[in-house]
Nanobody
Framework: VQLQASGGGLVQAGGSLRLSCAASGRISGVYTMGWFRQGPGKGREFVAA????????NYAGSVRGRFTISRNNAKNTVFLQMDSLRPDDTAVYYC??????????????????WGKGTQVTVSS
């Protein structure tokens, strides 16, 4: 399975970006999709996740109310709408797929496949 993230870029504080992640390859069954990020000098942290049906969603506290995760299963694509961006949202954003967990897992250890990441830079 390959994951390709896109949509990153440079935006001013208060602005918006929409990230996309397309999955391809030998995909079968249901799977959860998640977004993680890694800022300069920081570890990889959970951002948001959504299960197959879209009923179960989880968000990190720092992004809840500003970011929205969604998915289009027909196109094997997950989206992350990011609004009211802040400079501390600056990071490389990674999408990931979890083929074993029914709910929207928040820990990196549940995720089996990872994309290469897309850079998001928020200027003040």
């Amino acid at each position: 399975v390959q994951l390709q993230a896109s949509g990153g870029g440079l935006v001013q504080a208060g602005g918006s970006l929409r990230l996309s992640c397309a999955a391809s390859g030998r995909i079968s069954g249901v799977y959860t999709m998640g977004w993680f990020r890694q800022g300069p000098g920081k570890g990889r942290e959970f951002v948001a996740a959504i299960n197959w049906s879209g009923i179960s969603k989880n968000y990190a506290g720092s992004v809840r109310g500003r970011f929205t995760i969604s998915r289009n299963n027909a196109k094997n694509t997950v989206f992350l709408q990011m609004d009211s961006l802040r400079p501390d949202d600056t990071a490389v954003y990674y999408c990931a797929a979890d083929f074993d967990t029914v709910e929207a897992a928040t820990s990196v250890r549940y995720y089996d496949a990872w994309g290469k990441g897309t850079q998001v830079t928020v200027s003040s």
